[in-house]
């Protein structure tokens, strides 16, 4: 029976986000949403990718943030809140092409999050302007945390020699039975 492998950028993104989760409860801080969803997006393979990954990210959130702010400000100052359902789509266009035309485009998913969820709550009890720094502020420490995690959490390197010795073992157990790869079968997903 083949169990399936859970690998170091799974382990490292379940516990950034562990960690998130903590973190908030510790702070007593309401909600670790936006923090978690940014440590699972920023996690990589690398440090390097993950530090890539998490500038972008801020970039983008700030983006989101900025432009859910002033739609907020809009539509408290001008009443707009039944042409809202309008306005967030035309707001999602607009925001993929500045983060395009900034050369960002891995900066559009989490813009476009923050911006969502700036929209789409409707928990601005402390004002606007300070709920908007606060969702920048927890994406930005979901973003910090998987960074740390991917830097400095490794596996042993007497686990990780365990670990390919037992993989090596179950790899020769399949490779036996691999069909031909110009079969057409499906079951094949290798």
């Known amino acids: 029976m083949n169990f399936p492998r859970i690998g170091m950028r799974n382990i490292k993104t379940s516990t950034s986000v562990f960690l998130c989760l903590l973190l908030f409860e510790l ?3 309401e909600n670790a949403l936006m923090a978690c969803i ?3 997006i920023c996690m990589q393979n690398t440090i390097v990718d993950s530090f890539r990954k998490g500038t972008e990210r801020i ?3 700030i983006i989101g943030g900025i432009a859910g702010a002033f739609v907020l400000f809009l539509i408290s100052t001008f009443g707009y809140e039944n042409i809202l359902i309008f306005i967030i789509p035309i707001g999602v266009i607009i925001l993929i092409e500045i ?4 050369g960002l485009k891995n900066s559009v998913v989490i813009c476009c999050v923050v911006y969502l969820v700036l929209l789409t709550s409707a928990n601005h009890v402390e004002g606007y302007i300070l709920y908007t720094i606060n969702r920048i502020l927890d994406t930005s ?10 830097k400095y959490m490794n596996i042993p390197d007497s ?3 365990k670990l390919k010795l037992s993989r090596k073992s179950d790899e020769d157990d399949v490779t036996k039975g691999v069909p031909d790869e110009n079969n057409d ?3 094949n997903y290798s």
């Open 99 to 102: 983060c395009v035309s900034l």
């Open 59 to 61: 970039i983008g959130t």
């Open 27 to 29: 702070l007593n801080r």
């Open 159 to 161: 686990i990780k020699y």
């Open 141 to 150: 420490v979901g973003i910090v945390i998987a960074l740390l995690i991917n």
């Open 185 to 187: 079968d499906e079951t």
């Open 38 to 40: 940014a440590a699972v």
